[in-house]
């Protein structure tokens, strides 16, 4: 048969993941002139947007605007979604395979790394991850339980999210209330008794992960206030020697910032936020009921490697701060897909530039893709995935010219839908979503908010009339 690309045999693509980089990829494939592309895209929830629904803080709604592209591409008559459909589950590999002419997984990075120190899964220790997702309203975590009762927390990382989740932590509950943070977590926040949050950096303020817009912020709160240690956040001789060398305007700017922050009187607001820097835990001390009681750290200092970054090395100084509450913030960690090669060490989906690889052979593997953060990690902003999936794109629309591709048995997008309807009846489309956004949005309208999530599958199908 004739190379797929025309109005009577288009080239038929799966994406697997309603996220940013999948939305991406799509408009990308939907814009090629010349080329006649339909997508199907996939996601295991009825909601659409992956983090930018169920990561992106409530707190940050500007950030989620972007979804407004997203609805441009879905508009698109060439585009299906199909939401509440699980791959490995409803659809098989093998499905795709029968019906698609390329497969692209863009499920992101669902879990977390952990810091694999004694106590770390104490009572009252819990991933971000879990934190962000539960106060997102996402389905699987709407049941976790956060004991907020507690006084004083820890997040251990100094990335942008553990910069999130410490915001939200000491956020007052006024503030709260005109987001679209989930009801429950409204609710449970309102209540809380945290009255200081720990943030706590491995290395010095000069290699913050965090990025400066966001440590202006945390200074900016409405109840809490914002602290540091003036050793802490003074430069070591590498860090700047290093600046010297190179001076980089935006890490001299953070430090200028935290530095400030060490500066400031003494906290008048119900909370205080105090950054640590050069500190690691090293372990989580419970009693005897099984609940983290303090959090022990190591005194750091920092040492150049032979590629020149400067890292972490422990003293023998040791501190334990008491606390309740503790957050690993240390990264995200991609999840493995049934039947998709795996990079196990770095959490990623195994490919070359997107191009999914055979484990054995280190060889492409026909009509399969990756692009975003199952496929380069869980690092960049939203943004970051548009290059991204352009570069995966770029090589699929390569791979078809050289006549690489998938050979389906059922390549319409009728065929698919009808095995869809079979395996999942109760999937959720794209007007089907549009219908739950309106609702959404009305339901938050009368209280100030952007919206009021529907935060379980069984509400969004009732919503729905199933
Ligand atoms: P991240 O930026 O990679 O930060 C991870 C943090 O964990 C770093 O401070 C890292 O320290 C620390 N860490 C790693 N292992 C550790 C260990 N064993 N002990 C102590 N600390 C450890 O990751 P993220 O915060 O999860 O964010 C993921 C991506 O999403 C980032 O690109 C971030 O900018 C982006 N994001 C952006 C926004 C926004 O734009 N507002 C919001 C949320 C997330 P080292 O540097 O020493 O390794």
Redesign the pocket.
Known sequence: MAQPGTDGHPLRVAIIGAGPAGYYAADQLLRQSGLVVEVDMFDRLPTPYGLVRAGVAPD?QKIKSVTAAFDKVAANPRFRSYGYVDFGKDLTLADLRAHYHQILYSTGAQTD?R?DIPGEDLRGSHPATEFVAWYNGHPDYRDCRFDLQEERAAV???????V?VARILCRSAEELATTDISDYALDALRRSRIKEVYLL???GPA???F?NP?IKELGELADADITALPEEVELDALSRAALERSPDRATLKKVEILQGYALRNASVKSRTLIVRFLV?PVELVGNAAGQVTAIRLVKNELYATPAGTLQ?RATNRFEELPVGLVFR????RGVPLPGVPFNEKWGVILNEKGRVLAPDTQQPVVGEYAAGWIKRG????IGTNKPDAAETVTGMLEDLTRGVYLHPSQPTADAAEALIRLRQPDYVSYADWLRLNELEISRGRPLGRPRVKFTSVEEMLAALGR
């Open positions: 940050h790394r810091m251990v990382g100094v990335g942008n999210v553990a999130d950096g491995r290395r290699q913050a992960a990025t966001e690691s972490p913030s240390v990264g995200y869980p690092t960049g902003v």
